[in-house]
């Protein structure tokens, strides 16, 4: 599939692929779908492969000793490959399936204090701008284990405040963990400044690349992280499934998250003994056709160009930046230029509620998301309870960022 043709973004051809893009709302309205931060939609590519693999060959995997069970271990692992592949990790065994990045970042939190890499008196530093997924589970492992929880602020402009790096990164800190990209603020955060200040004091580092991974080339090898955590269903793939990657040599010293069938290398009465990675953190049946949706949408965003998607993001955030930048009354909560920001924007509209913002929106086919956005602290450092968020994708136009920005002065009027 070729949707690139010299260095033009053909995002008509790539709108094509996504049938839902395509549909008519309630009063023959088109939709004009702006949460993509929320959840990607899915191409049919991604839709084709799952629906061929509940058709035509559906099995569990690593247990059925027969030509539907190998076929259906093939492609799983395939997912797997090329998932490996796509984040250029320097080994498929170090992709762990969970059923999100949830998980993925709990996964994180409970093995390392079971295996006493976190005790009493150690420090976990996060930031104020995490999704809650990376905030609670810190938070728990704080209290199982008696070390204490430190955070970065953000600034006013909604940028990460590293002035006082050097005191809240110190001998005692055995962990940092920290979002590449706010799915409120949309800030890309300088993780290379943070992995390495961290490195220097022998603490460990867990991005969490949630909304990085769907928008730009990632490279874990390059990165320097030691486990880095994103969710399938924000990059064009299915829900059910998420990705841990984690350095090979740590994942290989941790003991289980979860126990049950395949995890093991054996059981009995008296004991179980565990396989390597990533098996060891995948008790019982995995997700197998998503991980073959997953593999279709890695496919996907390959063959259009990560390097494409990240330059189309920036410019149509950039142009939705400008235009809602000239709505009266129109705060946006988080950086005001494309630099070094992804495509999620959370705004307010002065007088307005953010839900009652996001139904009128709704009730003229625009879908955008309003709330805490599972970032209530990050929304308590701004003074609001909530805001509207508009965010963008590889498939966003710029006719429907007008439409977005003629639907908002209309908001304004109904409710002046």
């Known amino acids: 599939m070729t949707v690139v ?19 008519r709302l309630p009063g023959d309205l088109p939709l004009v779908y702006l949460d993509s931060a929320n959840t990607s939609q899915k191409p049919l590519q991604v839709i084709e492969a799952i629906d061929d693999h509940y058709r035509l060959h559906n099995a569990n995997v690593a247990r059925a000793m027969h030509h539907l069970g190998a076929e259906a271990s093939a492609a799983f692992e395939l997912g797997r490959d090329k998932v490996a592949a796509f984040i250029n990790a320097p080994g498929r065994d170090e992709v ?25 008196g150690d420090e ?30 953000v600034t006013d402009e909604g940028r990460l405040d590293l002035d006082d790096i050097d005191q ?38 867990v991005i969490d690349a949630s909304q990085a991974v769907p928008q730009f080339p990632v490279d874990v090898a390059a990165l ?33 998250f979860l126990g049950g069938g395949e995890m093991i290398e054996t059981v009995t009465m008296q004991g179980s003994t565990y396989a390597p990675p990533p098996a060891r953190f995948e008790a019982g049946t995995p997700p197998i056709a998503q991980s073959v949706g997953l593999g279709a949408a890695v496919d996907y965003l390959s063959a259009i160009g990560m390097e494409n998607v990240a330059a189309h993001e920036q410019a149509i955030t950039a142009y939705a930046l400008g235009a809602m930048q000239e709505i009266d009354g129109l705060t946006i909560v988080g950086p005001k230029e494309a630099v070094m920001r992804g495509g999620a924007v959370s705004f307010t509209l002065d007088g307005v509620h953010p839900h009652d913002v996001s139904q009128l929106l709704d009730s003229r086919g625009i879908a955008v998301r309003a709330g805490h956005h599972c970032a209530k602290p990050a929304h308590l450092r701004f003074g609001v309870q909530a805001t509207t968020r508009a965010s963008f994708y590889l498939y966003t136009t710029e006719q429907e960022i007008d439409a977005l920005v003629e639907a908002l002065h209309f908001t304004k009027k109904y409710f002046a």
């Open 5 to 23: 043709e010299g260095t033009a973004y053909d995002v008509a051809r790539i709108r094509g692929d996504f049938p839902i893009l395509g549909r």
């Open 96 to 120: 762990v399936y969970t059923k999100n990045a949830s998980e993925a970042l709990n996964l994180v939190a409970r093995v390392l204090g079971d295996a006493g890499r976190v005790g009493d």
């Open 124 to 153: 976990i530093v996060i930031t104020e701008m995490e999704h809650h997924s990376n905030i609670v589970p810190w938070q728990q492992l704080a209290q199982r284990s008696g070390a204490s929880l430190r955070w970065f602020g």
């Open 168 to 205: 809240l990164i110190t001998e005692r800190t055995k962990v940092v963990s920290l979002t590449w990209v706010s799915n409120m603020l949309g800030t890309i955060n300088p993780v290379e400044t943070v992995i390495a200040k961290a490195h220097s004091v022998g603490a460990l580092v």
């Open 224 to 256: 320097g992280a030691d486990f880095v955590a994103f969710t399938g269903h924000k990059v064009v793939g299915p829900t059910g499934i998420g990705v841990l990657w984690g350095r090979y040599d740590l994942l290989a010293e941790l003991p289980p």
